[in-house]
């Protein structure tokens, strides 16, 4: 619709039009003509759905990056803290100050950056462009930009080396160079694969000696607002676990130190506070230097407990369920694992043809009298 208005400066005509969202939109133009073209222009871009918000495509990245951190109330606190860490280390200085119609048009730009990036650091650029494109597609969706410029094939897959797994007699070891009040946490992580924030998140009810069961019903993190108690990391975190027999003695002398309270923390501080990751992980830094694997971290204890499990014979559903994975692709990283087992049921193999008895069977002769048996027939 085309309206006409007289001014102080003279007649106008005001375009009106409702994009695809439905909100109404106009533009004041001099002539008629000019309106006519761009109310064409604009029905045309709004039909074909090809139509962009100019405005909105004239913010910069960073703009459009912080509304969309700011609005997403449905992500976790450690998640938003390790968004906000990407922007501000790796998207922002190369794009935010570029309006969000030219990121559109930066494709090779992004290659670029993506490349220099995953030289030095594949994980870091597997995360930054996997989070980039996420921004990029929501702006598509909302009409701002036409099209992703992350268009750069396999870069959102992580091709990080394979992590060191600890043997039985490690885990034991680094347990015992832990303080008293913190060698379940190395036993619990292994044996039953807890991530550290599962960890944190035990309090006492959650250990069943009667029935020799765990349950990970919340996660501990620590961001910058301070303490977040919530869900695990995904929903089938959330899980009750079958403890190792041979774990039970340990809990049970561990529990004699904890509260008497249901909900009392298992770990805890020298104060009885709920002990932090950083004090949690300065005792693992002398720990593993004492039995001389400065390699290992954390996780690689829930790594190499899973690694156990798929040596044992755990099938991907079993070490999904296990690890609290929800998808079989995370659960199948640890069947590498079973290439050992299989070598062990080779040798088995083997055992039962040396055990087996032989008949003895008469041969006909060699081969080549049997072919000359043939030819003559």
Partial sequence: M????????????EVRYRDPTGRERSKTFTTKKLAEK??????????????????????????FADKWIAERHDLRPRTLELYRSVLKRHLKPTFGALTMAKL??????????????????PVTAAKSYRL?????????????????????????QEHSPERPTATVAEVTALADAMPADLRLVILLAAWCQLRRGELLGLERR?????????TIERSVNYVAGGRQVGPPKTEAGIR?????????GDIEDHLHHVGPDATAPVFTGPQGRP?????????????????????L???????????????????????????GHKSSDAAMRYQHATSDRDAALAEALSAMARKAEVKPMRRKGSMSEEQDSYAAE
């Fill in 2 to 13: 085309i309206k006409t208005r007289q001014t102080k400066s003279g007649v106008r005509y």
């Fill in 38 to 63: 761009y109310e064409r222009e604009q029905r045309t871009e709004v039909a074909r759905g090809t139509w962009l918000d100019n405005r909105q495509a004239s913010q910069t990245f960073a703009e």
């Fill in 104 to 121: 559109s048009a930066s494709s090779a730009a992004v290659r670029s950056w993506n490349a220099e990036l995953a030289r030095e650091h």
């Fill in 132 to 156: 980039l494109r996420q921004l990029c597609s929501t702006a598509v969706a909302d009409g701002i930009i036409g099209r992703n410029p992350c268009a750069v094939k396999g870069a959102s």
């Fill in 206 to 214: 959650d250990l069943d000696l009667l029935h020799g069961k765990v």
């Fill in 240 to 248: 009750t676990l079958a403890l190792p027999p041979h774990l039970l």
């Fill in 275 to 295: 002990v932090r990751p950083h004090t949690l992980w300065q005792f693992f830094l002398e720990a593993r230097q004492s039995i001389g694997r400065p390699d």
């Fill in 297 to 323: 971290t954390m996780h690689d204890l829930r790594h190499s407990g899973l690694t156990w499990s798929a040596a044992a014979g755990a099938t991907p559903a079993e070490l999904m369920r296990r690890a």
